[in-house]
């Protein structure tokens, strides 16, 4: 079985994102994230949304690493 790929895949980036409230006695909680790029494992702790979306359009920027095949899988497995 041929495993053709979708052109769109191969620039596809694959994070895991944790977002959780911590209460530091205010009347309004703060909000934290984890953001894990799962082809390089590489993780990042954000304490707001400028800083996890700049992170987010950093990755999309930098070159991908190996090739797409690697982590995704393939139709008709």
Aim: with cysteine; net charge negative; charged share 25%.
């Amino acid at each position: 079985m041929s495993a053709e790929r979708n052109p769109a895949e191969a620039q596809a980036h694959l994070f895991t994102l944790r977002i959780w409230a911590v209460n530091e006695g205010t009347a309004a909680p703060k909000w934290r994230s984890r953001l894990q790029d799962v082809r390089s494992g590489e993780v990042v702790f954000c304490e707001n949304l400028p800083d996890l979306l700049s992170h987010i359009e950093e990755a999309l920027r930098e070159p991908m690493q190996g090739d797409a095949s690697d982590s995704l899988p393939q139709k008709g497995m």
